[in-house]
């Protein structure tokens, strides 16, 4: 059974920093791309970034874009999203994808549980 396990999340201030990580069993990197979405209260779930099986491709939404990096381990099969300059509005649980990613689709084959984020002061 595939399974995705996220962690990092937690409370920060405006301005600070978060890096998540997600754990991936079963599949491989080497074949999965691994994405993160996010899904605020009363808000539509989001696309956050993806990053490509192949050659290592990362994709991001508008909101994010100079803020968020993600990057993988394949040996340790780990992908992580560092998070700076963060901001209430992105405020969300944070969940850890598996699937296919590109330029206009987000993975959504498998999916963690999530892990909150709260940027607040």
């Known amino acids: 059974q595939v399974q995705l396990v996220e962690s990092g999340g937690g409370l920060v201030q405006p301005g600070g920093s978060l890096r998540l990580s997600c754990a991936a069993s079963v599949i491989t990197l080497d074949y999965y791309a691994i994405g993160w979405f996010r899904q605020a209260p009363g808000k539509e779930r989001e696309g956050v970034s993806c990053?490509?099986?192949?050659?290592?491709?990362?994709y991001y939404a508008d909101s994010v874009k100079g803020r968020f990096t993600i990057s993988k381990n394949n040996a340790k099969n780990k992908v992580f999203l560092q998070m700076n300059s963060l901001k209430p509005e992105d405020t969300a649980v944070y969940y850890c994808?598996?699937?296919?990613?590109?330029?206009?689709?987000?993975?959504?084959?498998?999916w963690g549980q999530g892990t909150q984020v709260t940027v607040s002061s």
């Open positions: 990053i490509s099986s192949s050659d290592g491709s990362t």
């Open positions: 994808t598996a699937g296919d990613c590109g330029a206009y689709a987000f993975p959504s084959d498998y």
